[in-house]
């Protein structure tokens, strides 16, 4: 069975998330933001996205991030 990247939502009215945890292979994460929101992007060996966190402002990108993914979790 091969599920599609499936991010979790978590709605607080002081600072919204979006995570979506990457596998458990080798790769770094990238983390930009400032006070308004907060990405955090897992990127592989080869540069590409794995996984991702968003905090704020910044979970307006999901749909974004969710497309850009590498492959399906399977």
Same mark, same amino acid.
């Given at each position: 069975? +091969?599920?599609p990247?499936?991010? +979790? +939502? +978590?709605?607080?009215?002081a600072?919204?998330?979006?995570?979506?945890?990457p596998?458990? @292979?080798?790769? !770094?994460?990238?983390?930009?933001?400032?006070?308004?929101?907060?990405?955090? *992007? /897992?990127?592989? !060996?080869?540069?590409?996205?794995?996984? /991702?966190?968003? *905090?704020?402002?910044?979970?307006?990108?999901?749909?974004?991030?969710?497309?850009?993914? !590498?492959?399906? @979790?399977?």
């Open positions: 069975v +091969v599920y990247a499936m991010p +979790v +939502v +978590v709605k607080t009215p600072m919204p998330a979006v995570v979506c945890p596998p458990a @292979i080798a790769g !770094a994460w990238r983390v930009e933001g400032d006070a308004s929101g907060l990405d955090a *992007l /897992f990127e592989d !060996a080869q540069g590409k996205l794995r996984g /991702f966190a968003l *905090l704020g402002a910044a979970c307006a990108r999901k749909n974004a991030h969710v497309r850009a993914l !590498a492959a399906p @979790i399977g």
